[in-house]
């Protein structure tokens, strides 16, 4: 998946969208530490703003926990 850095819908949603779906597709899984800031940045060219933003989402939705020091873990539901 890539962000549509032209389209309609914001940047961090797309992100959002994009790690849900890793998520969810079980390609992140409990308790894995998510990819670092920059690598995600990397990846999908998008600002570390953007790239919190997106991870936001998630944290707020309970996919995702930020454990400060440690990094951003998916959540064990």
């Not at 969810?24 to 530490?33: E, L, M, Q, V, W």
């Not at 999908?44 to 997106?54: A, E």
């Not at 996919?63 to 539901?77: M, Q």
């Amino acid at each position: 998946m890539v962000i549509d850095h032209g389209g309609e819908r914001w940047e961090y949603l797309q992100l959002a969208d994009i790690l849900r779906a890793r998520v969810t597709g079980g390609t992140y899984r409990p308790g894995d530490k998510i990819p670092p800031l920059l690598d995600l940045q990397a990846e999908f060219g998008l600002s570390s703003m953007t790239v919190r933003r997106g991870i936001g989402v998630l944290v707020t939705e309970g996919l995702l926990v930020r454990v400060p020091g440690r990094g951003t873990f998916v959540t064990r539901r």
